[in-house]
C-alpha cells in the first residue's frame, strides 16, 4: 500500500490508545493524518516523493524507530521523522538525529512542540518535493525516453542537481552527455552564474583553463576529454578541487565528459588517477542507445513532428517496416544520429534502407527534369529552413560544398536571408 500524497502526517507508535490521542490532536489542528500500530508497514507505504512528515515512537516490536530511520534514509535521506522518546533514552534519540532524524520529542508529548515543529517543517517538505517535481518534469521534456535506465538517469539528476558536486558525466558521443551537464547547471543553485563549455583539446596550457574558471566563477564549467589537457594542468586542477574540498566552498562546480570507459584512460596513463578520483564521485553513465530499443521508435516520432512544425510540412506517415528498421540498427551515433534521421525523413530523404533513397511519387505529373528540378529546390529549401539560412550547417546537413550550394541556390533564385528573417 503506497500512501496518498494528501496526507501530511504519518504517526507509528504501537500503543493503540496513545497513537489515537496524538491522530486527534493533528486533526483538530487541521492536519491530514494517517495512523499505524505496525511500523514494519512503514516501508511499503513511504516512497522517496512524499510530501509528509513522519513522526514515530523510538521503541516498538517488530522495527524499532531506529531500524526505521535507516530505511527513510536509504529511500530519501531528506525525508523528515520526529523521534518521541522517552526521558531516558536522551542519548539514543541524539544518535538518531546524528543519523538524519530530524529532530525528537520526550514523552509525555508537548502537543505545542509536536504542532511547532510541524507547521516549521512540513512547508520546506512540501516546498522541496515541488521542486522535485518540476525538475523531474523538467529533465522529462529534454533527456526524452522511459526505458528504465533513461529514467534512473532522470531521477539521479533531480538527487544530484542542486548539490554542489563535481561530476563525471560518462558515455558515447551523441548519448546525451551534454544534455546532462546542461540540465545539471539548470537545476543547480548556481543556475543564476554563467555556464561556461570548453574542450580538453583547446586547452595547451594551464593559464587557459585558469581563464576559463575564471569565466566560470560562481557558474558551472562543462569540461570535455580532461584527458586531453597537459598533466601539469590536469594537476593543477586537481589543487584547485582539492582547495575547494578543503574550504567547504564552491567558486566553480565542475562538470566533466568522458567517453563510456574512463578507467582506460587512467590505465592508458592519459589521465591522472588523482583527477578521476576527484571527478568520478558522483558518476552518471549514459546508456547508448542501442541498450533502450524501446526508445528509438517514440524518440524518432518527436524528432519527426518537431522537424515537420519547423519546416511547416504535414507530419508522413510512417510504414511498419521502416519503423522495425530503426529497431533493428544499431546507432552508432546514438540519440544524435537518430535525430539527424529523423529531420531527413521530415523533407523526404529515407536513409538506413540499404542505400538513401527519397520517397516514391505518387505518380507523374511533370516532365523528369522539371520533376528534379523541383525536388531539388524543395530539399535546399527545406534545409535553409532548418537552419534558419546558416549556410555552414547547409552545406554540411545536404553533404555538399558551399561553392555548389550557392550555384544551385542561384539556379533556383533562393536567398539564404529571406530564410534568416523567416528563422
Not at 521534456?141 to 534512473?152: N, R, T
Request: proline share 5%; hydrophobic share 40%.
Amino acid at each position: 500500500m503506497i500512501m496518498n500524497n494528501d496526507i501530511e502526517v504519518l504517526i507509528i507508535d504501537d500503543d493503540q490508545d496513545v497513537l489515537e490521542s496524538y491522530q486527534q490532536l493533528l486533526e483538530m489542528s487541521g492536519y491530514k493524518v494517517q495512523a499505524i500500530t505496525d511500523p514494519t508497514l512503514a516501508t511499503s507505504m513511504l516512497h522517496r516523493n512524499w510530501p509528509g512528515v513522519v513522526v514515530t515512537d523510538m521503541y516498538m516490536p517488530g522495527l524499532s524507530g531506529m531500524e526505521l530511520l535507516e530505511h527513510i534514509q536509504g529511500l530519501d535521506p531528506e525525508l523528515p521523522v520526529i523521534m518521541i522518546t522517552g526521558h531516558g533514552d536522551i542519548p539514543m534519540a541524539v544518535d538518531a538525529v546524528k543519523r538524519g532524524a530530524l529532530d525528537f520529542l520526550q514523552k509525555p508529548l508537548q502537543p505545542k512542540e509536536l504542532l511547532a515543529l510541524l507547521d516549521k517543517h512540513l512547508p520546506v517538505r512540501k516546498e522541496k518535493i515541488g521542486i522535485r517535481t518540476a525538475m523531474t518534469q523538467s529533465a522529462s521534456e529534454v533527456l526524452l525516453g522511459e526505458s528504465p535506465l533513461i529514467v534512473k538517469i532522470r531521477e539521479k539528476i533531480t538527487q544530484i542537481a542542486l548539490t554542489s558536486k563535481d561530476v563525471l558525466v560518462e558515455g558515447e558521443s551523441g548519448s546525451g552527455r551534454h544534455t546532462v551537464t546542461k540540465l545539471l547547471h539548470q537545476q543547480s543553485t548556481l543556475n543564476k552564474g554563467p555556464f561556461v563549455v570548453t574542450q580538453g583539446t583547446s586547452i595547451s596550457c594551464t593559464a587557459d583553463l585558469q581563464r576559463a574558471m575564471i569565466s566560470a566563477r560562481s557558474g558551472t564549467l562543462s569540461l570535455s576529454q580532461p584527458q586531453e589537457m597537459p598533466i601539469e594542468t590536469q594537476q593543477w586542477l586537481c589543487r584547485f578541487l582539492l582547495e575547494q574540498e578543503r574550504q567547504n566552498k564552491k567558486e566553480v562546480r565542475v562538470l566533466a565528459i568522458t567517453g563510456a570507459n574512463p578507467e582506460a584512460l587512467v590505465e592508458q596513463e592519459i589521465l591522472l588517477p588523482e583527477l578521476f578520483y576527484f571527478l568520478s564521485q558522483v558518476r552518471f553513465q549514459l546508456p547508448p542507445l542501442r541498450q533502450r530499443v524501446c526508445d528509438i521508435t517514440p524518440l524518432f516520432k518527436y524528432f519527426l513532428k518537431q522537424s515537420c512544425q519547423k519546416l511547416h510540412k504535414t507530419l508522413p506517415s510512417i510504414d511498419k517496416a521502416y519503423i522495425n528498421t530503426l529497431n533493428r540498427h544499431e546507432w552508432t551515433g546514438n540519440v544524435l544520429e537518430l535525430k539527424n534521421v529523423a529531420e531527413l525523413y521530415a523533407i523526404g530523404i529515407v536513409k538506413l534502407t540499404g542505400q538513401d533513397r527519397t520517397k516514391p511519387l505518387e505518380h507523374m505529373s511533370s516532365p523528369l527534369d522539371d520533376l528534379v528540378d523541383s525536388y531539388e529546390k524543395q530539399v535546399i529549401e527545406d534545409a535553409l529552413y532548418l537552419f534558419a539560412g546558416r549556410i555552414n550547417d547547409v552545406s554540411n546537413y545536404l553533404q555538399i560544398p558551399r561553392k555548389k550550394l550557392y550555384l544551385r541556390m542561384k539556379k533556383h533564385s533562393l536567398d539564404k536571408a529571406e530564410y534568416k528573417a523567416r528563422g
